[in-house]
């Protein structure tokens, strides 16, 4: 995902003045946890590799776009590609830089479809930010602590305590990881932003994938 105006101060917060952030927030999740997640996830998910590096030339590329054509104190906009979807959350000023920057993403190469969440209205502020970014640590790491569901096959963002679910799924699990995230403190509501497909298609998906990894060493 690439977060179009970002202030870079936000990036490079030092995991002590996170700590802060989490105390005034009142929450007690270990820092630690956000070590894990980003380990848990690191596993493949259910694209293959060329699509993942499709998304990330996508996401690449829309930031290029962005920043060639419009101000920084008009937009702004991150776009997350799951399987070539580009979802467009953030802020813009009016209706009609909303319908510009779609249009704009649009015609990214290889994009072949856009979701379109922006908001209209000022920015976000440094501690919309610093929320949203602890709330998602935290849906991450209860679809870790639960059973029934592959982590990393979902895809989580977070504008504003809306939290965005994206990933190739059955409809059970879009349905558990929905309910999951809408129990966690400080989510707002889940739009699920799922590619939803049978058991049977996700399950030889699931075999290709495995018979991918590398396998280890016989001793």
């Not at 690449?60 to 799951?82: G, Q």
């Not at 813009?92 to 209209?120: M, T």
Request: neutral net charge; charged residues 25%.
């Amino acid at each position: 995902m690439v977060n179009y105006f970002m202030k870079k101060e936000f990036f490079t917060r030092t995991s002590g003045l996170l700590a802060i952030i989490f105390f005034l927030e009142g929450c007690y999740f270990p820092l630690v946890a956000t070590g894990v997640v980003a380990t848990a996830v690191a596993v493949t998910d259910r694209r293959t590799a060329g699509i993942i590096l499709e998304d990330e030339t996508i996401e690449l590329k829309s930031m290029n776009e962005l920043s060639k054509n419009f101000p920084e104190e008009d937009v702004s906009v991150a776009v997350t590609s799951f399987n070539r979807a580009a979802l467009l959350t953030g802020w813009v000023s009016n209706e009609e830089l909303s319908k510009e920057v779609a249009s704009l993403i649009a015609n990214v190469e290889n994009v072949r479809e856009i979701i379109n969440e922006l908001n209209i209205g000022p920015k976000a502020t440094g501690k919309m930010f610093a929320r949203d970014t602890i709330l998602t640590a935290k849906i991450k790491a209860s679809f870790i602590d639960e059973e029934k569901l592959n982590a990393n096959v979902v895809k989580v963002k977070t504008e504003n305590g809306i939290v965005f679910l994206m990933g190739i799924v059955t409809q059970r699990e879009a349905d558990l990881a929905a309910d999951i995230a809408s129990r966690v403190k400080g989510t707002k509501r889940v739009v699920k932003v799922f590619e939803v497909k049978s058991e049977i298609e996700i399950a030889n998906i699931d075999a290709i994938i495995n018979s991918q990894k590398p396998k280890k060493p016989s001793k």
